[in-house]
């Protein structure tokens, strides 16, 4: 997604990192961004990689196994096997959100790894924000919006943890030194009928059995037509230890 790939470039730029440098992406995924930092990092720097999934990490080490400096392992956000104040910038994409816990417990962890005037870089969605559209159907939108206003969606463990960066860095004692927010619209065909679905699902623990039929109907017309449109609220804000 173009949206994703300027947040991160903002990220990348606020970092203040450079060649001899030490940073860590918690939730590194398949290393797409971990090898980004690692070119920056380079000539005597170090670049860790960490995520919860094994067969995430052994991709990101498959792509990434054989760079100088660079090290991915598999663990948990909340209890990072680094000691006190090893590094000088810490990156998050789209992990907090996922956590069974307080995701404040884990940018706890962040501010407790990273050094005086360390760097954590907090980037997430706020699903909260989840809005529904059908493009050629504004009756069909309205009724959309009519449902996601009593429904809570089942996608995340911490829906708005996206709108909340500000206070989990706050709450680790990080100064808040810079921030951005875009709209996320650029989504998969699939990961859009996955809304859709989630939707409809949640729909049917509130929603009269005649309403979910309407709701059902509506989003399995769209998508066949393909004009089901969702947009959600992305924010990236940096703290400073």
Do not use: K
């Amino acid at each position: 997604m173009d949206v994703i790939r300027s947040m991160r470039e903002w990220v990348r730029a606020r970092l203040a990192i450079g060649p001899g440098s030490t940073v860590l992406d918690v939730g590194c995924g398949t290393g797409e961004e971990l090898a980004e930092l690692a070119r920056i990092v380079s000539a005597g720097g170090r670049a860790v990689g960490i995520d919860m999934n094994p067969p995430m990490a052994r991709v990101a080490r498959q792509r990434l196994g054989e760079a100088a400096g660079v090290a991915i392992g598999v663990g948990e956000a909340s209890v990072l096997p680094i000691r006190d104040g090893a590094l000088d910038a810490v990156v998050c994409e789209r992990v907090l959100q996922h956590l069974s816990h307080d995701p404040a417990d884990a940018v706890l962890e962040f501010a407790r790894v990273v050094c005086d005037g360390g760097i954590v870089a907090l980037t997430d969605s706020d699903w909260s924000t989840l809005e529904i559209r059908v493009d050629d159907d504004e009756r069909a939108t309205r009724q959309l919006l009519e449902v996601r206003e009593r429904v809570r969606l089942p996608f995340t463990a911490n829906q708005e943890a996206g709108g909340r960066l500000a206070d989990y860095l706050s709450a680790a004692r990080l100064s808040v030194v810079d921030r951005r927010e875009a709209v996320l619209t650029d989504f998969t065909p699939e990961l859009v009928r996955g809304v859709g679905v989630g939707l409809n699902a949640a729909a049917s623990a509130v929603l009269s059995a005649s309403e979910v039929a309407t709701v059902q109907t509506i989003l399995d017309d769209a998508l066949e037509r393909g004009s089901l449109r969702i947009a959600v609220r992305f924010h990236a804000v940096i703290g400073r230890r």
